[in-house]
């Protein structure tokens, strides 16, 4: 999956209502794969003491209708990133294909974005 953000664009932090625009390539390679390309909009941003954050939704149009949470936080020393999504199928077809090529494919996002979190913490 690739994407650009609103505020990347206008080189800026990150805002509530800010868009995400999102890339993702079925199956999961960038060569000979079927590209589809849809949106989601920061819901929330978690600036807290020990926990930062965000959260986006689907917009209109998205293969799913749902929510998504980025967390990192310190607990006892220790950082702690999660990620927790809740949504379901956003049209027809997603819901037909849902468990052949939905929660592979989000099993896949989910696994890729962690290790780009481990990568970049692990850099520092």
């Not at 939704?57 to 949470?69: A, M, N, P, Q, R």
């Not at 967390?71 to 052949?100: A, R, W």
């Amino acid at each position: 999956m690739s994407f650009k953000t609103e505020w990347g664009y206008f080189g800026r932090e990150m805002r509530v209502g800010d868009t995400i625009v999102q890339q993702a390539y079925i199956p999961p390679f960038r060569t000979f794969s079927q590209k589809i390309i849809f949106g989601v909009r920061i819901k929330q941003v978690i600036n807290e003491v020990g926990k930062k954050g965000f959260s986006y939704e689907t917009l209109e149009g998205h293969v799913e209708k749902g929510i998504s949470i980025f967390t990192i936080e310190e607990i006892e020393k220790q950082l702690s990133f999660k990620i927790e999504t809740f949504s379901t199928p956003g049209n027809f077809l997603t819901k037909l294909l849902g468990p052949i090529i939905s929660v592979p494919y989000q099993t896949f996002c989910t696994r890729a974005a962690l290790e780009n979190v481990k990568r970049q913490i692990e850099c520092k």
